[in-house]
C-alpha cells in the first residue's frame, strides 16, 4: 500500500514539474520575443539610415 502511495504521489510531483516548466518556458519565450522586439529603441537610438552611414545634419 506505500509503494501505491508512493507511487501517486511521485506521479503527481513529476507531472506539477513537467506544467512548472512548459509554463516559465513560455514566458520566458515571451518575454525574449518582448525584448526582441525592442532592440535599438531608446534614447540616442539611430534609424537604420543612420547605420547604413547616410550623412544627416549635425545634432544642436
Known amino acids: 500500500m506505500l509503494s501505491t502511495l508512493c507511487h501517486v504521489r511521485e506521479t503527481e510531483i513529476t507531472d506539477s514539474l513537467a506544467r ?34 547616410a550623412s544627416r545634419a549635425p545634432d544642436r
Open 20 to 53: 512548472a516548466e512548459k509554463k516559465v518556458e513560455g514566458e520566458f519565450s515571451k518575454e525574449m520575443k518582448r525584448v526582441r522586439g525592442k532592440e535599438g529603441m531608446g534614447p540616442g537610438c539611430r534609424g537604420p539610415e543612420r547605420r547604413a552611414g
